[in-house]
């Protein structure tokens, strides 16, 4: 399985990176952006099966990325990872298409349940 983590912040990649590994995900190629813009580049060439992106990015932000995947039929499972959790923040991310929203600070046990969830069904 190929993830795509989008965060402006190289540390929060970093840190998702290594918690998607703590949740049992080490086995898997892992790529990363930063910010949608990029993002979108990289789903171009790499085509990834799971995309988690951070919500607030310069340049794209994680809504926007979101929407322009959707418009380009985008089949892969998409998720934020983001510091605003907010019932509306959440509305919207589901009306958009994702299929999971977790809060910072996060652990792998987070991970491992919606990352499970999504991908089992």
Do not use: C
Not at 14 to 19: P, W
Not at 72 to 79: I, N
Not at 87 to 106: N, V, W, Y
């Amino acid at each position: 399985m190929k993830i795509l983590v989008v965060d402006d912040s190289r540390a929060m990649r970093m840190i998702v990176t290594r918690t998607l590994r703590q949740a049992g995900y080490e086995n898997h190629e892992t790529k990363e952006a930063s910010d949608g813009k990029e993002g979108l580049d990289v789903v171009h060439e790499w085509q990834p099966d799971v995309i988690i992106s951070d919500w607030n990015m310069p340049n794209m932000n994680g809504l926007e990325f979101l929407q322009a995947l959707k418009a380009e039929q985008f089949s892969g499972v998409f998720g934020f990872v983001t510091t605003e959790g907010s019932s509306k923040m959440r509305q919207m991310a589901e009306d958009e298409g994702a299929r999971f929203l977790i809060t910072k600070p996060f652990t792998a046990e987070r991970f491992q349940a919606e990352l499970g969830s999504v991908l089992s069904s």
